[in-house]
């Protein structure tokens, strides 16, 4: 499943990154490496972007950006 399907309040593990950007590559320095758990925190006031929580810092990304990351639930 992408990380945008996931539920406020739920975590979910890292499978793959998708895609060959220069913001794929900012994505991993960040810690969204495979096996790494994620945390969706809330949405935003009109859904986008969305609050997640990986590897202790909180992150905020667009859908779009989020359709690149795919993730098994926990």
Do not use: T
Not at 29 to 38: P, V, Y
Not at 42 to 47: I, R, T, W
């Amino acid at each position: 499943m992408k990380l945008s399907e996931v539920g406020s309040g739920s975590s979910a593990r890292i499978v793959a990154v998708k895609g060959g950007s220069p913001f794929k590559k900012r994505l991993m320095e960040m810690g969204f490496m495979r096996g790494e758990e994620i945390y969706k925190v809330k949405l935003a006031p009109l859904a986008d972007p969305a609050e997640y929580i990986v590897k202790g810092y909180h992150v905020s990304l667009r859908a779009e950006e989020a359709d690149d990351i795919i993730v098994e639930p926990m």
